[in-house]
C-alpha cells in the first residue's frame, strides 16, 4: 500500500518558509505585493483566485485583486497590466487562466513584465527554464518537485514518464525532471503502446484532465504516482489517477484532493516573494 503524499502538510512548510522570510523583509520596510487578475466568472477560476488571496494574507503579503467582466476587451486587460507592470509596490502579476474566449491569452501572458511573471509562463521565462538558469519556475510542476524533495524521492537515473504536454504543467514538468537528472518520457494524446510506456516509470506523472485515466494496469509495482489532474464531476473533485486500485501498487501516491492542488498556491507565494528580492537587489 502506497505512501500518501500530503500536499496540504508540504504546501504548509513551503508557506511557513516564505513567511519567515517575509517578516525579515517587513524589518527593512519591504511587503512582498502580489496582483491577481480574473476576468468573468468561472467558478473553478473563483476558488483558485480566493485561495491565492487567503494565502497572500497568511504568509504576510500585499495583494490585490481585479475582477474584470467577462466581456472586457484585450485593450482594457491589457492597461491594468501595463499599470501594474509599472507599480513598485507589485512585484508579482498573476492573470488565472482560462481566460474567456475572445481574449488571446498568449497575447496577455507576453504583457505581464518578465520579473514579475510569476507564474512563469513568458516566452523569456519559459526559456530559462529551458537553459536551467530561472529565477521562477511554474508553480504546478515546481510544487510536483518540492514534494519528492519533501518526501526524499530519488529522481536522478529515475525513468519519468509525464502523460501530457501542456505548457502549463506536462511540457515544464517533464524539464525539471531532467534538470534533476531523470530520463523523461513524455506521454500524450497521440502516444502509442501507453500503458506500455507507463509501466516502465519509476515516477509516473498525469496530467491529463480525465478522471481515472490511469488504472492499476499501467503502472509498475512500487512506482510514484503523482496525480496532477483535477476534474470536477458532479461538485467533486477527481483526479488522473484510479486512485483506490493504483494505491495498492504504488509505493508513494499524491491524493486529488490534498495533494499536488495546494502546492501550487504554495509554489506562487515562493516565487512572489522571489520577485520582490529580486526587485529589492536582496540576495538569497
Ligand atoms: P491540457 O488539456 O492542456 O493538456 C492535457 C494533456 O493530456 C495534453 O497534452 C494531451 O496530449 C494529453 N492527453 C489527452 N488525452 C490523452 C490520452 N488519451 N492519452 C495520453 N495523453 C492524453 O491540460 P493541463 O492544463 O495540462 O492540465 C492537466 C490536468 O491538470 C487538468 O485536470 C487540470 O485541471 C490539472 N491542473 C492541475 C493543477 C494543480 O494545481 N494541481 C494546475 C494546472 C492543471
Known sequence: MAERMDG???????????????AKLKEKGITPGLAVIIVGD???SRVYVNNKKKACAAVGFYSEEYTLPENTTMEQLLSVIEVL????????????????????????????????????????NVGKIM????DFLPCTPAGVMEMLKYYSIPVAGKHCVVIGRSNIVGKPAAMLML??????????SKTQNLKDICKTADILVAAVGKAG????????????VIDVGINRIDGKLYGDVAFDEVEKKASFITP???????????????NTLKAAKLHHNIEE
Open 131 to 134: 537553459i536551467g538558469n530561472y
Open 213 to 224: 485515466f490511469v488504472t492499476a494496469d499501467m503502472v509498475k509495482d512500487g512506482a510514484v
Open 8 to 22: 496540504k502538510l508540504v504546501s504548509a512548510s513551503v508557506k511557513q518558509r516564505v513567511a519567515d522570510e517575509t
Open 85 to 124: 507592470n509599472s507599480r513598485e509596490d507589485i512585484d508579482g502579476i498573476l492573470c488565472q487562466l482560462p481566460l474567456p474566449e475572445h481574449l488571446d491569452e498568449q497575447a496577455v501572458i507576453d504583457a505581464i513584465a518578465v520579473d514579475k511573471d510569476v507564474d512563469a509562463f513568458s516566452p523569456a
Open 42 to 44: 468561472d467558478p473553478a
Open 256 to 270: 486529488v484532493p490534498g495533494g499536488v492542488g495546494p502546492m501550487t498556491i504554495g509554489m506562487l507565494m515562493q
Open 179 to 188: 534538470h534533476e537528472n531523470a530520463t523523461v518520457t513524455i506521454c500524450h
